[in-house]
């Protein structure tokens, strides 16, 4: 499991099977000080855990884990 915080925000992303055995990722957010966010399930594919991470460093997040 990856964590990454941001002064206001959240963002976690790990890997798990899915009920039908197929590997996927899990992508969470939202509010450090409220209980608004979201989250999705996506395949997994190779390369897309580091586009992820550019993805959140550029948005101003820092790596918590």
Do not use: C
């Amino acid at each position: 499991m990856r964590i990454y915080l941001s002064k206001t925000r959240y963002y976690t992303v790990h890997i798990q099977p899915d009920l039908f055995g197929q590997t996927v990722i899990v992508r969470s957010w939202g509010g450090r000080h409220n209980r608004l966010g979201g989250m999705v399930t996506e395949p997994y594919q190779p390369g897309r855990l580091r586009q992820i991470h550019r993805e959140r460093v550029a948005h101003g997040y820092a790596v918590a884990y």
